[in-house]
């Protein structure tokens, strides 16, 4: 099961299966794919899990062990893929709210999402060389991305699982928060990039666009009226 909140510009997508910490069945893909059909028109993102023991514990390894072919996994494999895709290239900012352990599968939604906030107790892990199979939906590439070449490969290919600080410092994760103040944190951060402005200097700093589109960018907003509003307040400001 799958959950959508929609709320002033952002929109919340919850795993909601703790009962098998939320892990990834073919059907849970294909809700996925329809909140975030829903979600298209919000300014942000948030991914996140029910519970506070896992975000996503990988694949649902039950209903996954019927699939026996080799093009039966690639099918899977590309399926899921495609579903961190459109995370990752969500219009605005994308938050992935690690409220429980991201592994294996996990670890690959997390780093399809622009940012991680994690609650300090959580641990995160590429693993699946535990079950001798290798990241299948985008992580390794995305992970690789995030610390570099050589640190992806160590990472993912022992199957080392770093708490939440140690991921923080490798840039693996780029918020830690206490466990008493994670959601409300996590709802702040996402409220404040809940705006044109950020999803505006996400495609900035995605690369890819020339200097003269980075300047558009930025004149568009210069002559959008919510700009003249908030520079109106600010030049009054103490009068």
Known sequence: MVDLELDQGLAVITINRPQARNAIAP??????DRALDKAARARALV??????????????????????TEDEALAMALRMRGVCDRLAAFPGP?????????????????VAADIRVAADDIRIGFNQTALAIMPAWGGAERLAALVGRGRALMLAG?????????????????QVLP??????????????????PAGEIKRV???GLTAE?????????????EHWAAAERVMNRGR
């Not at 466990?179 to 044109?196: D, E, K, N, P």
């Open 27 to 32: 059907a849970t893909m294909d809700e996925l």
């Open 47 to 68: 991914i996140t899990g029910a519970g506070d023991r896992a975000f996503v514990s990988g694949g649902d390894l039950k209903e996954l062990a019927k699939i026996r």
């Open 94 to 110: 994308v938050i992935a709210a690690l409220n429980g352990h991201a592994l294996g599968g996990g670890a690959e939604v997390a």
């Open 158 to 174: 022992s199957g080392t699982v770093l708490e939440a600080a140690e991921a923080q410092r490798v840039g693996l994760v780029d």
């Open 179 to 196: 466990r008493t103040c994670f959601a409300a944190g996590w709802r702040a951060l996402a409220r404040s990039l809940a705006t044109v």
């Open 205 to 207: 700093v995605s690369g």
């Open 213 to 225: 589109e980075a300047a558009r960018a930025f004149a568009r907003l210069w002559v959008a009226d």
